[in-house]
C-alpha cells in the first residue's frame, strides 16, 4: 500500500478537489466517476459524495493509495 500526506491550506479540503490535488483525478468529471464508482474510502468508510469534506486528520484510501490529510 502506497502512503502519502497531502499538506492543505485550508480549513477543509472537497473529496472531489483532493482527488485532484493528488493526482488520482485529471479533470472535476473523473473525480465524480471515481467518487461514484464506491472506491473512495474517507476514514474507513465508502463515500460517495464528492463534496465530502475533508479535514486535517482525515484519511482517503482509493485502491491501494492511502492519504492523510494534514493541515497547518
Same mark, same amino acid.
Given at each position: 500500500?502506497?502512503?502519502?500526506?497531502?499538506?492543505?491550506?485550508?480549513?477543509? %479540503?472537497? *473529496?472531489?478537489?483532493?482527488? =485532484?490535488?493528488?493526482?488520482?483525478?485529471?479533470?472535476?468529471?473523473?473525480?465524480?466517476? &471515481?467518487?461514484?464508482?464506491?472506491?473512495?474510502?474517507?476514514?474507513?468508510? %465508502?463515500? *460517495?459524495?464528492?463534496g465530502k =469534506?475533508?479535514?486535517p486528520g482525515?484519511?482517503?484510501?482509493?485502491?491501494?493509495?492511502? &492519504?492523510?490529510?494534514?493541515?497547518?
Amino acid at each position: 500500500m502506497e502512503k502519502h500526506t497531502i499538506r492543505i491550506e485550508t480549513p477543509f %479540503i472537497r *473529496l472531489d478537489q483532493m482527488l =485532484k490535488f493528488c493526482g488520482m483525478a485529471e479533470t472535476g468529471g473523473h473525480a465524480k466517476e &471515481i467518487v461514484e464508482e464506491g472506491v473512495c474510502l474517507v476514514n474507513g468508510s %465508502i463515500c *460517495l459524495q464528492r463534496g465530502k =469534506k475533508l479535514f486535517p486528520g482525515d484519511t482517503l484510501l482509493v485502491d491501494d493509495i492511502l &492519504i492523510e490529510v494534514d493541515g497547518l
